[in-house]
């Protein structure tokens, strides 16, 4: 039995519609035309079509005739009642639509009944427009990467999340053979099977993720396949089993001691790397390669970006892991002391050194990573020895006569713009150029304010843990209104003001009011370094007020006990009180 579909006659058609008999005159068939929209009337005898008038020949034949039945027609359009209006160039004349059996006339469809069904048809293309805006939203919202393909494996669809997996753009994906685009792709594979695969571990960009591949049937046939990538990184996975584990021991300690380790440190892989913007994944993207590869690496950012979690991570995703990871900040090194830090010293160097000398970081980075964090600070004469120290792979420890054999691998960053120095005279072009092998910048948080929530969702709950407090939540308006700020001290300002107003808050919910001063100013805020530092540290010193304010109140003002409770020494406390009032 077919089914009858919205477009099929049936639904259109007029029951009841104006008809002709035999008998009736021409002057009366005119009086009829001049009361309906068609220019055609049917002639009907029985309930079966006999043929039709046109208007046209009622007109000429006017004077002339009588008797319609001289000018009835019978090229009249019939269709069955599963014809569809859809199917084919709808003629201008009216359907007669006649039982398929016995041949009787069950109506039509004239003018008016077509301009009912494009109506429809409009309101159906309208929804069905909305539909697919909604689809494609939801689809390139989605946490999960999909990719449709269709039979050949060309690349059909292809969501945001999939691409920033992949760390290819839809624009460069759509069209082109899933197995050029996704590494390792199994898609062509399930095509030729038509086997679904689920739950499977794969490797893309270093990175590990749990994927789904699905073929899709139509009518018997593969037409085509969906791969889907379910969790970001089977690290994922294991945090969500470690955060189970750790609802269900009984030791608090080691319960606050497993959620403190990580926070204490930073992100240390990738995937802890919170962030989805363009900028964060392209930089995510470089890491992953920079971590298989040997060479050196330069990170360049503003500060607060985040370049030692990249470093870091870089050092945890590559085969030195198992190796030390050495970080030395050579902007808070006094001059004088960065280079027997850097390199080590033989006992004796030092006029006053009793002990036997001592290893420099680089030679502790051995078999590991040496991480050199603000480069853009390091003296000339010391640049031009670490440049002998890469290309030698050798150290010389201060004081020292034989050269000491060094293996690691360097990884830099700087928030200084090194060319620019390079053009000063402040820093060493062989260097420079020696470290931007693999040039990885990380953009400033103003420029990718979509990781803002994202941050905030990962280090609320954090915070929450790690207090022993309720859940904290934040109001939309305190996101809108970040969202409006510049954050020139980047994620480390975001992590900051976001822990501020954590301590803050009251009754574990974040309101427009704990926001620190400088974000209830209407207006975009674009400061200066100086200006930033000047309001932080004014936000910090409203904080520890409030600390301190709290805290007196718990012990009943008694200074020493407040003093205690603080960690600071009671001259501290009497120090900061003077400095308040
Ligand atoms: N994408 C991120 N996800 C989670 N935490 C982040 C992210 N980016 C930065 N952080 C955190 O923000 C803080 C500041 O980052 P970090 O100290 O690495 O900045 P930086 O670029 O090295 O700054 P500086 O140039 O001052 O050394 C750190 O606590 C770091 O762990």
Known sequence: MQMISNDHVKQWMNLQPVTLSKEDTLPETLVLFSEIADKELPVVENGHLLGVITLQDCVTYLYEKNDILCIMKTDYYAVSEDFSLNDKKTPERPLYVLHEKNGALEGVVGNEEMIAYYEYVREREKDARQTIEWL?????????????????????????????????????ALGRPAADVIENSRLPAVLKTGVPERSQPHRLQGQELVVH????????????????????????????????????????????????????????????????????????????????????????????????????????????????????????????????????????????????????????????????????????????????????????????????????????????DLKKQMEEDKFREDLFYRLHVMPLHIPPLRDRKQDIPLIIADRLPKLSEENETQETTIEKEVLERMFQYDWPGNVRELLNVLEQMFHLCEDDHIRLEDLPDGFNEQTQVTESLSEWQERKQKQEEKFERKQIEKVLGEVDGNKSKAAKRLGISRATLYNKLSRFS
């Open 136 to 172: 494609k939203l939801g689809f390139d919202t989605a946490y999960e990467g999909v990719a449709i393909v269709d039979e050949k494996g060309t690349i059909l669809l292809f969501n945001e999340s999939y691409s920033r997996y992949v760390g290819v753009s839809k624009e460069e």
């Open 213 to 416: 591949r699905l073929p899709i049937w139509k009518n018997g046939q593969v037409i085509g396949a969906v791969g889907i990538l379910v969790y970001e990184g089977i690290s994922e996975i294991r945090q969500v089993l470690q955060r189970m584990e750790r609802l269900q021991t009984t030791d608090k300690q080691s319960e606050k001691q497993m959620s403190r380790e990580p926070l204490a440190q930073g992100p240390t892989h990738f995937d802890d790397i919170i962030g989805e913007s363009p900028g964060i994944s392209k930089a995510k993207k470089i890491g992953r390669k920079a971590s298989k590869a040997k060479a050196t690496v330069l990170i360049t950012g503003e500060s607060g970006v985040g370049k030692e979690p990249f470093a870091r991570a870089i050092h945890e995703d590559g085969s030195r892991s198992s190796g030390p990871f050495v970080a030395v900040n050579c902007a808070a090194i006094p001059e004088n002391l960065l280079e027997s830090e850097l390199f080590g010293y033989m006992q004796g160097a030092f006029t006053g050194t009793r002990n036997n000398g001592k290893p420099g970081k680089v030679e502790l980075a051995s078999g590991g990573t040496l991480f050199l964090d603000e480069i853009g600070d390091m003296p000339h004469t010391t640049q031009a020895k670490i440049l002998r120290v890469l290309q030698e792979k050798e150290v010389d420890r201060v004081g020292g006569t034989t050269p000491i054999p060094v293996d690691f691998r360097l990884i830099a960053a700087t928030n200084k």
